[in-house]
C-alpha cells in the first residue's frame, strides 16, 4: 500500500524514530502500524519508547562562548549519575551545546527539528533517540538558551557540570582583568542564587505581594506597635531581601567589604573602563524535576510477597 506522509508522522510520535527508519518499517510491513512497532523495536531504532517515561533528573549543564560575543548555555539530563560522568554522554552534551551556539531556534521545538550539524541526515531529535539507544537510559535535551552580545559575555561551570552559569556585560574594554571579573560574578549567582541582576528588574506586583506578606508576620509578631513603626520595619526587611535576591546588591563572597556592584565598579576603574553587568543565565542539573525515589525494602518485600 502507499506510504503516507501522516503515517509516517504518527509512528515517529509513537515510537521516537527517525524519519526514514519509520518509513522503511512501513514499507516492510504493508503500512500496518502495530508491525511496523514491532519492526522498529527488533532493529533496536524504538528503544527510546521504552525508557521516555522513566524520570531523567540527572545530567550535566555546559557551556560555550565564542569570541567573547556569542555563547550557549544546554541542560542534558540523564536517569543516573553513573551515565552523566560517562565520557561518550558529556561529548554528546559538548555537541549539543555546539548546535545551540549556531542555531537561530526560538524554543526547544524548533531547536528539536534543526538539522543535527554532525549528521545533517538527522535531526536533533532523530540524534537524541540515537544516543538514548546506545547509552540504555532516558536523556532528555531539557533546555538551552543563547546570548549574543556587543559587550562582552563569559562562563562559569561547578561541580563538573552541575550548575552552569552564563554572564553579559556591557563594557568598553575587553581584557583578562575584566573577563576574570565577570568570571567571579558568575561565580557569585552560582553560589547565591540571585533572581534579579537588579533592583530595577524587581516588578511592582512582587514588591506588593511581599510587603503584605511582610505586614502580615509584623502584625503578628509586634501586635502593639503602631501602624508608623511596622510600615518602617517592613521597609527594613523588604530591603533586606532585595539585597538577598538582586546579584548587584548582594555581598560579595570573596571580599565581604564590597557588594558585588562595588567589586565590579573597582575592577572597571582599575582598568580604565565602564562596566555593565545586563544580565545572567543560571542552570542547575534537574532543578524543579521531582526525583524518583526508590524503596529497595519495599520492593523486595512486594516481590518476596511479605
Not at 28 to 56: F, P, S, V, W
Not at 91 to 101: F, G, K, N, R, W
Request: proline share 1%; with cysteine; net charge negative.
Amino acid at each position: 500500500m502507499a506510504i503516507k506522509a501522516s503515517m509516517v508522522k504518527e509512528l515517529r510520535e509513537m515510537t521516537g524514530a527517525g524519519m526514514m527508519d519509520c518509513k522503511k518499517a512501513l514499507t516492510e510491513t504493508d503500512g500496518n502500524m502495530d508491525a511496523a512497532i514491532e519492526y522498529l523495536r527488533k532493529n533496536g531504532q524504538a528503544k527510546a519508547e521504552k525508557k521516555a517515561g522513566r524520570i531523567a533528573a540527572e545530567g550535566i549543564v555546559r557551556t560555550v562562548v565564542k569570541d567573547d560575543k556569542v555563547a550557549a548555555i544546554v541542560e542534558v539530563n540523564s536517569e543516573t549519575d553513573f551515565v552523566a560522568k560517562n565520557a561518550d554522554f558529556q561529548a554528546y552534551v559538548e555537541a549539543v551545546a555546539e548546535q545551540a551556539l549556531a542555531s537561530d531556534a526560538a524554543d526547544m521545538d524548533a531547536f528539536m527539528a534543526e538539522a543535527w550539524a554532525q549528521d545533517t541526515s538527522k535531526t536533533v531529535k532523530d540524534a537524541l533517540v540515537e544516543k538514548i539507544a546506545v547509552i540504555g537510559e532516558n536523556l532528555n535535551i531539557r533546555r538551552f538558551e543563547k546570548i549574543t552580545t556587543d559587550g562582552c559575555v563569559v562562563s562559569y561551570i561547578h561541580g563538573g557540570g552541575r550548575i552552569g552559569v552564563l554572564i553579559e556585560a556591557d563594557t568598553d574594554v575587553i581584557n583578562d582583568e575584566i573577563k576574570t571579573c565577570l568570571r567571579n560574578v558568575a561565580m557569585q549567582v552560582a553560589a547565591m542564587y540571585p533572581k534579579y541582576v537588579s533592583r530595577a528588574e524587581v516588578s511592582q506586583e512582587y514588591m506588593d505581594h511581599e510587603k503584605e506578606i511582610l505586614l502580615a508576620q509584623a502584625k503578628k509578631e509586634n501586635p502593639e506597635k503602631p501602624e508608623n513603626i511596622i510600615e518602617k520595619m517592613i521597609i527594613g526587611r523588604l530591603n533586606k531581601e532585595l539585597k538577598e535576591i538582586c546579584l548587584l546588591d548582594q555581598v560579595y563572597v570573596q571580599d565581604s567589604d564590597l557588594t558585588v556592584a562595588k567589586y565590579v565598579d573597582k575592577v572597571a576603574k582599575e582598568n580604565n573602563a565602564n562596566v555593565t553587568v545586563k544580565r545572567f543565565v543560571r542552570f542547575e542539573t534537574g532543578e524543579g524535576i521531582e526525583k524518583k525515589v526508590d524503596d529497595f525494602a519495599a520492593e523486595v518485600a512486594a516481590q518476596a510477597g511479605m
